[in-house]
């Protein structure tokens, strides 16, 4: 509604205007243009000179224009994520994904060095992968900064964990890139296999869930995504143990 260059454009009085339209936007949907500038203490010609700095030819079009922001920024009740839930071991049992998981699994144990990388609250999923990896005896780490200084000789037989909900995340993205030069294996677990971080990788698991958003934020469960990385933890450690005692 006010992006931050027009923001920036605002003169003394457009600023003071701004202020109260963001904390009474509910009540200014229904006032006269007379009404808002007196409230204000400005004059008509500013909320008129304030409505074409924001592409509005009029201080009507700017109402119709903050009404339907309102109503679709309007606070929505966030759902339970069990349906979600259910959904993912529905597929889960009558899926492939265990045969999946196996494939990554057998990779990662002729790896000799794991990475995981992952933004936002795959970020935060990569690292608590790294340090469940670790625990099993898998010793892995979790490499925040696409930038940070990796030697080749280190990604000689390494294999890199990408986590992304959509796999489309830019970071992620150029983070691979760099990684798959230097010579290191993608295993990536994603929302669906159509995506770009999934077309990258060596293998792909994904989880098919549906995506929720609330405030333009993405809160789709994660729950899949622990599961799979303990899944593939333990399968792992059995494969691991089969081959000591071979």
């Known amino acids: 509604m006010f992006p931050s260059d027009v923001i920036a454009s605002f003169n003394e009085l457009e600023t003071s205007l701004y202020d109260y339209i963001c904390k009474n936007g509910e009540k200014v949907i229904y006032m006269r243009i007379r009404d808002l500038a007196d409230e204000t203490h400005v004059s008509t010609s500013t909320v008129l000179r304030f409505c074409r700095k924001i592409n509005c030819e009029g201080f009507s079009e700017f109402k119709v224009k903050l009404k339907m922001y ?17 959904e993912f071991f529905e597929r ?54 696409p930038y940070m200084p990796i030697h080749a000789n280190f990604l000689e037989n390494c294999t890199t964990i990408a986590l992304s909900v959509n796999g489309e995340n830019t970071f ?12 290191s294996k993608i295993i990536s677990i994603t929302n669906n296999k159509h995506c770009t971080i999934g077309k990258m990788s060596d293998v792909n698991i994904s989880y098919y869930v549906t995506e929720e958003w609330f405030q333009h934020s993405n809160i789709t469960t994660q729950v899949p995504v622990v599961y799979i990385l303990e899944e593939t933890a333990r399968e792992i450690q059995k494969l691991s143990q089969e081959s000591r005692q071979i």
């Open 92 to 145: 889960t049992l009558n899926g492939n994904l265990d045969a999946a998981i196996r494939e990554a699994a057998s990779l990662i144990v002729e790896s000799d060095n794991l990475i995981f990388i992952g933004s936002g609250s795959s970020g935060i999923l990569a690292e608590y992968g790294a340090r469940y990896f670790s625990s099993l005896g898998k010793f892995s780490m979790y490499v925040k900064d």
């Open 172 to 183: 992620t993205i150029s983070h691979i890139d760099q990684l798959k030069q230097k010579g």
């Open 70 to 86: 309102l109503d679709e920024n309007k606070d929505r009740k966030v759902k339970s994520s069990q349906y979600a839930v259910t």
